[in-house]
């Protein structure tokens, strides 16, 4: 199906595979010169991954990764085969991260830190079945918040990234089509979030969240951390209707109601 539009124009979802620990790194006898020096920039920068999230909040050793890439089964290409979601526990809330967006390329030297980002969603509303207790992250793959996210990855990583169309244009938006068609969301997302012509929408880039999402210390080249932000059905027809003016007035409204980057299941409307 087409679940998900693409940024600027239709894409095809990729099948989703199951989710698994993440693969062991190869022995460094067995990669050549520059295979080597492209883990140690990967595995450098995943370090300065960690260090900010352990910042943030409580990480999860383990991430919830694949058993063989989706780059190998039509999948969109990220700049490594390497595609991994983290866990970060802060609180009452949940944030799920990308991990693998900001990887070096694996056949391009030069390029910096891949897309230059990592996408997150944090909230405290994921159902207690798909929420795993300390050092287990496996449920996770079954809550809504991880399906968006994953589907929202797969989209910017079909476009290349997004930094470009962040910086033009401020906080991007994106609806999500055909939601009754998905795995998880339509069962647990309220009606709230679901318009009529069965859609819901995320904001990208906005509203910032309380920590700071700008990574100078990437070993290539800097990486942001950007929000993704789940919003209403009436939110996302205030959005379709009026342009970056209504992009750019929803982020003050959520912003000003305290709602912020958080994507809430039980707030209000705030159009």
Request: hydrophobic share 40%.
């Amino acid at each position: 199906m087409n679940f998900f539009k693409k940024l600027f124009g239709s894409s095809k979802a990729p099948q989703t595979q199951d989710d698994q620990p993440a693969p062991q790194s190869p022995e460094l006898g067995d990669l050549t010169e520059a295979e080597a020096a492209n883990l140690a920039v990967r595995e450098a920068g995943a370090a300065c991954l960690d260090r900010h999230w352990s910042a943030v909040g409580t990480v999860e050793r383990d991430v919830l990764a694949y058993l063989i890439s989706p780059t190998f089964s039509g999948g969109p290409y990220w700049p490594s085969t390497r595609q991994a979601y983290r866990v970060v526990r802060r609180g009452d809330t949940i944030i799920l991260a990308t991990e693998g967006l900001s990887d070096p390329f694996d056949d391009t030297e030069g390029m910096g830190n891949g897309f230059e980002m990592e996408l997150f969603v944090e909230t405290a509303d994921i159902p207690e079945h798909a929420r795993g207790p300390v050092g287990e992250v496996d449920p996770f793959k079954r809550s809504w918040a991880f399906e968006l996210l994953e589907h929202v990855a797969k989209t910017v990583a079909d476009a290349g990234g997004i930094t470009h169309q962040l910086d033009q244009h401020g906080a991007l938006s994106l609806e999500l089509p055909g939601l009754s068609q998905s795995h998880h969301m339509s069962d647990q997302l309220p009606k709230l979030f679901v318009t009529d012509d069965d859609s819901t929408g995320v904001l990208i880039g906005a509203p910032a969240p309380d920590f700071p999402t700008q990574l100078d210390d990437m070993p290539l080249s800097p990486v942001r951390l950007v929000p993704v932000v789940l919003i209403t059905a009436a939110e996302l027809e205030y959005v379709r209707s009026g342009g970056r003016a209504a992009r750019e007035d929803l982020v003050s409204r959520l912003t000003a109601a305290g709602v912020g980057h958080l994507s809430s299941l039980h707030r209000a409307s705030v159009v």
